[in-house]
T-cell receptor, first 114, second 112 residues
């Protein structure tokens, strides 16, 4: 059981380039989330999805787009990368609503924009 | 807007000590609170989840408590070991679409 898998694990981009980060979960979870982690800022929510075909903005959505065409996949896109998007990106999933359901996190993607 | 604060930001203790990490949050309308562990350069590992109706949860040497009305949680680690060295993150799950708000973490170093 792989859980939440993120690809790639590392990437270096030049300013203005685009890329897509892939998150895949094999737990049939409805809810999926993208967070970024920066020193001194903690983890902040970028976008999230409450089901296949749905997405919503989180705390820091600017400069990112997302898609959830299949239930198991949640894609995070950077259309024109900026140095401010240098960060570690974490994907997470959750099976349902209510307080008994916790989050499962992927191992992260370390992105550097030069 | 929910805000989560963790104190202390860093903690260094000798092996064998019992220790307490603190977490406070501003909005008590939460579904649950989770404590995570993060090793350097790694992802997040869930340690304990306390539902809003619960007071505490235990797993091995770890015990987490929740006082929702006062907006506080503590993570108690008994008989600390060097392998416990990591950053510990507190996160509250907000009502609505169950988004998490994280604290900035407590970096723990346990010396042999």
């Amino acid at each position: 059981n792989a859980g939440v898998t993120q690809t790639p694990k590392f990437r270096v981009l030049k300013t203005g380039q685009s890329m897509t980060l892939l998150c895949a979960q094999d737990m049939n979870h409805e809810y999926m989330y993208w967070y970024r982690q920066d020193p001194g800022m903690g983890l902040r929510l970028i976008h999230y999805s409450v089901g296949e075909g749905t997405t919503a903005k989180g705390e820091v959505p600017d400069g990112y787009n997302v898609s959830r065409l299949k239930k198991q996949n949640f894609l995070l896109g950077l259309e024109s990368a900026a140095p401010s998007q240098t960060s570690v990106y974490f994907c997470a999933s959750r099976s349902g609503t209510g307080g008994g359901y916790g989050y499962t996190f992927g191992s992260g993607t370390r992105l550097t924009v030069v | 807007k929910q805000e989560v604060t963790q104190i202390p930001a860093a903690l260094s203790v000798p092996e064998g000590e019992n220790l307490v990490l603190n977490c406070s949050f501003t909005d008590s309308a939460i579904y649950n609170l989770q404590w995570f562990r993060q090793d350097p350069g790694k992802g997040l590992t869930s340690l304990l989840l306390i539902q809003s109706s619960q007071r505490e949860q235990t797993s091995g040497r770890l015990n987490a408590s929740l006082d929702k009305s006062s907006g506080r949680s503590t993570l108690y680690i008994a008989a600390s070991q060097p392998g416990d060295s990591a950053t510990y993150l507190c996160a509250v799950m907000n009502s609505g679409y169950s988004t998490l708000t994280f604290g900035k973490g407590t970096m723990l170093l346990v010396s042999p």
